[in-house]
C-alpha cells in the first residue's frame, strides 16, 4: 500500500474517530478494549486501517495490529509517525502498569474489607427500607462504565418504585434534573422517601458499590459513573473519562459533589482521569470521611 493512499485513510480516520471518541469509533467496529484488542472480523480497508491507527496510537500494537491484514499493520508501523497517530486519536492517558496493579489491588482489599464491616448496617437499612416504603431494598441502574461497557449500578433504594417512569412522563421534573446535571436536590424531589432523605444525606446509599468494586465495574475512585445523555457534556474528551473505571467516590466527589455542576464538574474529573495515580486515590479516601462526615454536597 503506496504511503499516499495510508495518509489518505489517515485524514480518512481522523475525521470519523475524532468526532466519536476512540471507544466509540472503535465499539462500533467491534472492539471491546481500550482504543485497541480489535475483531478478528474486519474486511473493510478502510476499517482496517482505521483500527490500527487506532491501536499503533494508543500502545496496544501486539494485541491490536494482529487483527489487521500484515501489510497494512507493517505500513503503519514504517509509514506513520506516532505523533501523527496521536493526533488522529487524541492524547488518552498513559498509565505505568504497576500504577493499574495497584490501583486493582487497593479495590479488592478495600472492598472486600468494607463489604464485611458494612454488611450488618446493610442488612439493617434494607429491613428500615423495606419498611419505609413498597418495593426492594437495592436499586440497580444502567450506567456507563470504563470503555464504554454498561453496568448495573448498585445503590440502596432512596425512591419509590415507579421513581424512572415518573421522570418521563414529567416534563417539570425532567427539565430540572437535566438542568441540574442529571440530578435533582433532594428537597425539591417528590420521589424520593422520608428514610432515602437520610441514607442520601449521610451516603449510606452508595455501599452497595462495594460489591460493584469487587466485580470490577467500579473502583474505590475514579470519575463518579454516569448515565449516557452525561457523556455530552465531555465531548471529545469522553474517552478520556472512558480510559479509568467510575469510582464510589473520587476528586469530584470530594470538590463539592452536587454543589459542583457541569462545565466544572467535567473538568475535574478529566482532569482526574488523565494523570491520577495511587497516591492520589489514597488522598482522596482520606478526603472522603472527613466530607461523608460534613455531609457536605450529598443529595
Known amino acids: 500500500m503506496p504511503s499516499r493512499t495510508l495518509r489518505a485513510r489517515s485524514a480518512q480516520a481522523r475525521s470519523v474517530v475524532a468526532p466519536e471518541g476512540v ?7 467491534g472492539v471491546a478494549e481500550q482504543g485497541a484488542a480489535l475483531a478478528t472480523a474486519l474486511h473493510e ?6 483500527a490500527a491507527l487506532v491501536a499503533r496510537a494508543t500502545d496496544w500494537e501486539a494485541e491490536a495490529l494482529g487483527a489487521v491484514p500484515r501489510d497494512v499493520a507493517r505500513e503503519v508501523q ?3 509517525p ?3 497517530l496521536a493526533l488522529v486519536v ?5 498509565i505505568a502498569p504497576w500504577q493499574e496493579s495497584a490501583k486493582r489491588a487497593l479495590d479488592v482489599v478495600g472492598a472486600a474489607a468494607g463489604i464485611l464491616l458494612a454488611l450488618p448496617v446493610l442488612v439493617v437499612l434494607a429491613v428500615l427500607i423495606r419498611m419505609d416504603s413498597r418495593g426492594p431494598a ?13 453496568f448495573g449500578c448498585y445503590k440502596l433504594r432512596t425512591m419509590c418504585t415507579d421513581a424512572e417512569s415518573r421522570l418521563e412522563v414529567d416534563g417539570t421534573l425532567r427539565r430540572t434534573y437535566e438542568r441540574n446535571g442529571y440530578k435533582i436536590p433532594v428537597d425539591c424531589d417528590p420521589r424520593v422517601t422520608r428514610f432515602g432523605r437520610f441514607l442520601r444525606s449521610t451516603s449510606l446509599d452508595e455501599l452497595p458499590q462495594l460489591f460493584n468494586v469487587l466485580k470490577g465495574d467500579m473502583s474505590l475512585v475514579g470519575p463518579r459513573p454516569v448515565v449516557e445523555r452525561e457523556l455530552e457534556h465531555y465531548g471529545a474528551a469522553r474517552d478520556v473519562l472512558l480510559s479509568v473505571r467510575p469510582g464510589i467516590t473520587g476528586a469530584w466527589a470530594v470538590q463539592g459533589r452536587s454543589s459542583v455542576n457541569y ?3 467535567a473538568d475535574i474529573e478529566l482532569a482526574y482521569a488523565r494523570s491520577w495515580t495511587v497516591a ?10 472527613g466530607v461523608v462526615l460534613q455531609q457536605h454536597g450529598a443529595h
Open 78 to 80: 514504517r509509514d506513520v
Open 90 to 94: 487524541g492524547s488518552l492517558p498513559r
Open 263 to 265: 462545565p466544572e464538574r
Open 138 to 150: 437495592l436499586f440497580v441502574q444502567r450506567r456507563v462504565g470504563r470503555h464504554g461497557r454498561a
Open 82 to 84: 506516532r505523533d501523527e
Open 280 to 289: 492520589e486515590d489514597l488522598r482522596i479516601l482520606v478526603r472522603t470521611v
Open 23 to 29: 471507544a466509540t469509533a472503535t465499539r462500533r467496529l
Open 45 to 50: 480497508p478502510a476499517l482496517q486501517m482505521q
